[in-house]
């Protein structure tokens, strides 16, 4: 795959001040709580990295693994498969993933912390996909809102590939698998 093939759909630099927007945004609204960030692997990584620098309030930082996707398409169900391996009880839980699509994935994990005894449970998400969603999910946190396209880059990926790009962009159907 030739990387010039692929369209800039966010840039780096747009990229940057929005995580920093939400950083600020987060740090006034749980200063005075609890906060256990909980980043949702391996696509949110990049995101929540550059997330929990920009939060100034205390935080722990745990991580979660699932996984709902087979190459670019949802499979239907979750399946968990690390953590969180912190104890969330009693406290206030801010899952970062990379992108809020069909809402299976979020809705499964906030469940799951609230049956641990999370004191709350919110999200706050890179990307936005409301034309997807089935299961109700409104994030609490959003970096941008895009249409219904497959997005690679800062973090994420296509078949384990191009999360080291530094902005998300876009590949043309035909190019996936090449």
């Not at 692929?6 to 927007?21: F, Y």
């Not at 997807?132 to 396209?149: L, N, Q």
């Amino acid at each position: 795959m030739d990387y010039k093939k692929i369209q800039k759909l966010i840039a780096e630099e747009s990229l940057s001040r929005r995580v920093a927007e939400l950083g600020e945004q987060i740090t006034q609204d749980y200063e005075q709580r609890k906060l256990n960030v909980i980043c949702v692997l391996h696509g949110a990584l990049v995101f929540a990295a550059d997330l929990i620098r920009a939060i100034t309030c205390p935080l722990a930082f745990d991580i979660i693994r699932v996984s709902s996707y087979e190459g670019s398409q949802s499979t239907g169900a979750v399946r968990r498969m690390l953590g969180p391996s912190e104890n969330v009880a009693g406290t206030d839980c801010l899952v970062v993933d990379d992108i809020l699509d069909t809402g299976l994935t979020l809705s499964t994990i906030r469940y799951e912390l609230q049956q641990s005894g999370a004191a709350s449970v919110n999200t706050c998400v890179l990307l936005d996909k409301p034309s997807r969603r089935v299961h109700p999910v409104d994030p609490g946190y959003t970096g941008f809102t895009i249409d219904d396209v497959f997005v690679i880059g800062y973090g994420l990926d296509y078949e384990g590939r191009f999360r080291n790009l530094p902005y998300i962009g876009t590949l043309n159907q035909q190019d996936q698998g090449s």
